[in-house]
Every structure is written in C-alpha cells, then in structure tokens.
C-alpha cells in the first residue's frame, strides 16, 4: 500500500522512544486522527473530526483525544503537491500545527509529509473490493492511519 510513496529523509524528533503518538491528517471539512501503539510500531485509525463550514479547527476534541490516550507527541501531515512544494494547505497545515502546539503544552509536535494519503487509501479499498461510498470519515481516519505508519516506518528505517 506504500508503494511509491515519497520517503522523507527522516529527522530527529524529541518524542519519548516508548507511548502513543497521534497523528493528525488535515483537511478543510475533515481531520483523520490515528494513534500507535506504546511501542510506536503499529499505527491504528482512531477517529475523524468533523469542522462545519465557516467553524474553527475542533481543537478541543483533538485535545480531548491526546488527554484520552496519554500521546507523547503529535504528527500533523504536511500536505505537500506532487512537486514537494508547498501550498495554501501546506500553509494551512503548519498553522494548525504551530496552534495544536500553543494548547498541548509541552507536546513535541512534528510535520510529516503526506502526500497522496488519502488517495492511496481510497485506491487500495478499491484494489480489494471495497466501497468508500458513505465512509468518508473512515477513509481520512484510515488516511492519518497511513501518514503515522509511514512516519513510524521511516523512525526505524524500514519505510518503503
């Protein structure tokens, strides 16, 4: 499901080396969140937020998310376009990010790319028979899923 994705050069983070980190898939109407495990090995889809036209970032839920699970760090896809150049989301995405680290104290948060997420995703629920008709939220869930494998992968130096 990896294949072909971008392999960001990996940069040392000050995340504890054991407990959950979160991952944060950005997205105007909705925002993935996915969590590893305490051994930072595997990545699970934890849950979508839902942002109302013309509303704030759902930050209180977000930080209800971190309280929850007791995450030791924060990973807020960076999205990038196929160039690697950076956009209005790009933009967006760092704001949310510099925000989500003024509110969780002192959480390390850290960009990581993630180009292309949520269409791998979609294309590999199709690929096995699959309908993300009616599952948008579980798709971009999935999405931060693969963004926070990925990040936890290229860590231990195993990333595709």
Request: proline residues 3%; neutral net charge; hydrophobic residues 40%.
């Amino acid at each position: 499901m990896l294949e072909g994705m971008n392999v960001p050069t990996f940069q040392h983070s000050n995340f504890p080396s054991q407990g959950r980190l979160l991952a944060v898939d950005w997205g105007q109407r909705r925002i993935g969140l996915a969590l590893s495990d305490e051994t930072q090995t595997l990545a699970q889809p934890l849950t979508t937020l839902t942002r109302r036209a013309g509303k704030r970032f759902p930050m209180a839920q977000l930080l209800e998310q971190v309280t929850r699970h007791q995450v030791v760090g924060i990973i807020v896809g960076l999205p990038l376009d196929e160039s690697g150049a950076e956009g209005d989301a790009a933009h967006a995405a760092r704001g949310l990010a510099d925000d989500i680290k003024r509110r969780a104290g002192d959480l390390e948060v850290q960009m990581w790319d993630e180009r292309m997420t949520t269409a791998r995703v979609l294309a590999a629920v199709r690929e096995m028979g699959g309908s993300t008709r009616g599952r948008k939220d579980d798709v971009d869930a999935m999405a931060a899923a693969l963004l926070l494998q990925h990040y936890l992968d290229a860590k231990r130096g195993t990333a595709l």
